[in-house]
């Protein structure tokens, strides 16, 4: 059963911590993601990944680092936390084409505070 | 400009009836591909189904399908004698480019409620 773990569900933290969230993916896939959704926002994308070591900013990066080690983890570091950064954040991964019978998984989400 | 528009923020739908929910789409590319995903109050989100822009049927996935109507670039989702447990946010999302350089772009989603 292919799978993709986030490392906390709630986290609480405070104004100008250093926060990782973790993402593991089973399914040996090259691409990676990190999403954070609000309301009426749907889901925007911070960055991807479709390889080790590789790295591509997505629509809201500012604020976000990633870092990409082994293919299977995919690492969310928010440097200094701030209020607006208050959210969840989804964690999905993909084979390197999405498509018919390839279809892009996700974890369960991360729901950070940061207070 | 909205690449993908889910112009329904919330539904109201009657257990056993059937829902259809909306999504528009605006692309220049000739090959794309059209998802649509659950997402329960418990945050996870779960694939329901695929339209590629060459397929020339509807997708259909058990109670799902996907009415696909390229002209009018709409891909609304279908869910036959709806349940209880199809109560929540559901996602539409639009693969665009080729290779390596594809994009995904989603939207807004629609709250589903079933009321019994």
């Known amino acids: 059963d292919v799978k993709v773990t986030q490392s906390s569900r709630y986290l609480v933290k405070r104004t100008g911590e250093k926060v990782f969230l973790e993402c593991v993916q089973d399914?040996?896939?090259?691409?990676m993601f990190w999403y954070r959704q609000d309301p009426g926002l749907g889901l925007r994308l911070i960055y991807f990944s479709y390889d080790v070591k590789m790295k591509e900013k997505g629509d809201i990066p500012e604020g976000y680092s990633v870092s990409r080690e082994k293919k299977e983890r995919f690492s969310l570091i928010l440097e200094s936390a701030s209020t607006n950064q208050t959210s969840m954040y989804l964690c999905?991964?993909?084979?390197?084409?999405?498509?018919?019978?390839?279809?892009?998984?996700f974890g369960e989400g991360s729901w950070l505070t940061v207070v | 400009a909205q690449k993908i528009t889910q112009t329904q923020p919330g539904m109201f739908v009657q257990e056993k009836e059937a829902v259809t929910l909306d999504c528009t789409y605006d692309t220049s590319d000739q090959s794309y591909g059209l998802f649509w995903y659950k997402q329960p109050s418990s945050g996870e989100m779960i694939f329901l189904i695929y339209?590629?822009?060459?397929d020339e049927q509807n997708a259909t996935e058990g109670r799902y399908s996907l009415n696909f109507q390229k002209a009018r670039k709409s891909a609304n989702l279908v869910i036959s004698a709806s349940q209880l447990g199809d109560s929540a946010m559901y996602f539409c999302?639009?693969?665009?480019?080729?290779?390596?350089?594809?994009?995904?772009?989603w939207g807004a989603g629609t709250k589903l409620i079933i009321k019994p």
């Open positions: 399914m040996d896939h090259e691409n």
């Open positions: 339209q590629g822009s060459y």
């Open positions: 999905a991964s993909s084979l390197f084409y999405p498509g018919e019978g390839n279809t892009i998984y």
């Open positions: 999302a639009m693969r665009e480019g080729e290779g390596s350089n594809y994009q995904l772009i």
